[in-house]
């Protein structure tokens, strides 16, 4: 018999007691806060924040998603497979809201690298209504997701101000803090309960090239054809473009010829777009890359289909995508930046699309 051994947990003293006790009560607060949180996707700009709580044997476990990785994942794979996420019969969407997938409550086009999100889940679904919505969204409007259907992310930016010091006057002022932010979106074709999409008047194809000349002319490029290839002089300053008759079709001069006016607006005289600081020697295939993208929104807005310009590049492209996963996020916004130029869209106008974070719920 052992009546002068101390049982168990009289072996701990007071203040290790206090410590457990401490530690506990925060792994609960923590938790708490994560069950809390776990319909809402946030990451610094600096690093992956995101908590989420998962069961494992009876214990929840916290874990990070890095949505970086996931959207920079999701582009990889439609690569790999050999599918440009960014050509797609644009003809088949909605010009008056730049030719993409558009926030069906809001009546605004997505931008940047949602709009490839969007399309990978469209083109996997067959999804013809350009349409997405909210949980909520949809439920305002009276309709309502239907059972088992499943999600699309889509992401934004959320600005956090904090207060810090100066480094040269020691004062207080206010920093903000980009936070990427993500929710999910459902197809209309996902949901029971909605109006049908109001078809869009087709324009005439012969206007749509109208249009895209009108563009050249107003920014005043210049514009040169002859010889079996394209491309952008930077040094000079003008584009150079094989003779009309040379391309497979009208649709097809016109796609190549929105892909280096793209390059056009990177000039120094413009938008200054210099990739060697960011992508090193990676930096020609990047502005490809951005270029693919800009003509993409180009081609869309115009309602011109476009096609891959450099099929070739997309194992160069891959490359900088895994060693990189914000490169698609940079380059998407370069690739928007771009054709708002082209396009003069105003800043007012660039507010994003995505829904407020009070909407950040997933079913």
């Not at 059972?147 to 010091?165: L, Y």
């Amino acid at each position: 018999m052992n009546a002068g051994k101390p049982r168990q947990h009289e072996r701990l003293s007071h203040d290790q007691r206090d410590q457990a006790h401490t530690r506990h009560q925060q792994f609960c607060k923590g938790a708490a806060q994560a069950v809390a949180e776990q319909s809402q996707s946030c990451e610094s700009a600096t690093g992956p924040v995101q908590p989420r709580v998962r069961r494992n044997q009876g214990r929840m476990t916290m874990v990070k998603e890095d949505l970086y990785q996931k959207v920079t994942d999701a582009i990889v794979t439609e690569l790999e497979r050999g599918v440009a996420p960014w050509v797609r019969p644009w003809t088949t969407l909605d010009p008056r809201f730049g030719g993409g997938p558009i926030n069906g409550y809001t009546a605004r086009g997505y931008r940047g690298v949602n709009v490839w999100l969007l399309l990978i889940t469209a083109m996997k679904k067959g999804y013809q209504d350009s349409r997405w919505f909210t949980f909520r969204q949809a439920q305002t409007l009276g309709a309502h997701v239907r059972k088992g259907e499943k999600s699309t992310m889509v992401i934004f930016w959320k600005q956090h101000r904090i207060q810090e010091a100066s480094t040269t006057t020691g004062e207080q002022e206010e920093k903000k803090i980009p936070f990427l932010r993500a929710y999910s979106v459902f197809n209309a074709e996902q949901c029971e309960g909605l109006a049908a999409q109001p078809k869009a008047e087709e324009t005439a194809r012969e206007l749509r090239y109208q249009h895209a000349e009108a563009l050249f002319a107003k920014h005043a490029v210049d514009v040169r054809h002859g010889g079996d290839q394209a491309f952008f002089s930077p040094i000079l300053d003008f584009i150079q473009m094989p003779r009309f008759d040379a391309f497979e079709s009208e649709e097809h001069y016109w796609g190549v010829k929105l892909h280096e006016l793209t390059h056009w607006t990177g000039h120094k005289l413009r938008l200054d777009r210099d990739l060697s600081g960011r992508f090193r020697s990676d930096a020609y295939a990047a502005e490809e890359l951005v270029a693919e993208m800009g003509s993409a929104f180009l081609c869309a807005q115009l309602g011109i289909e476009g096609h891959l310009r450099h099929p070739e590049y997309i194992g160069n492209w891959l490359k900088v995508l895994k060693d990189d996963k914000r490169a698609v996020f940079k380059a998407s916004s370069l690739a928007q930046a771009a054709a708002d130029f082209v396009l003069d869209r105003k800043e007012e106008e660039l507010e994003p699309s995505e829904a407020p974070a009070s909407a950040d719920t997933t079913p």
